[in-house]
């Protein structure tokens, strides 16, 4: 299981931006398959946007044109910048990853980290 570490997280108003980061253990990282998840109060953990080692990526509809994925290997770093935020976008942030694939559904993770929360709200 990869060890992570996300930041970047807070409180801002709506229409405001964020750019989260996560930083992970391993050696071979530049292989691995990286995802955000987000996970809002009494709802299910839900994949948000996802990068391969070929750097391809993929959001879910309700992200689109507003979030975006990118991946630093030589830091083995993902961002997560969140731009035109809305209070919907409320929950807390978690990355995660696998060599090659992510898995099909969150719950197939062995473990996660902290988390990173961000709140939109006026």
């Known amino acids: 299981q990869v060890q992570v570490a996300e930041s970047g997280g807070g409180l801002v108003q709506p229409g405001e931006s964020l750019r989260l980061s996560c930083t992970a253990s391993?050696?071979?990282?530049?292989?691995?398959?990286m995802g955000w998840y987000r996970q809002a109060p009494g709802k299910e953990r839900e994949l948000v946007a996802s990068i391969t080692r070929d750097r391809m990526t993929n959001y879910v509809d309700f992200v689109k044109g507003r979030f975006f994925i990118s991946r630093d290997n030589t830091k083995k770093t993902i961002y997560l910048q969140m731009n035109s935020l809305k209070p919907e976008d409320t929950a807390t942030y978690y990355c995660n990853g696998r060599p090659l694939s992510l898995p099909n559904s969150p719950t197939d993770f062995g473990s996660w980290g902290q988390g990173t929360q961000v709140i939109v709200s006026s």
């Open positions: 391993p050696v071979t990282f530049s292989l691995y398959a």
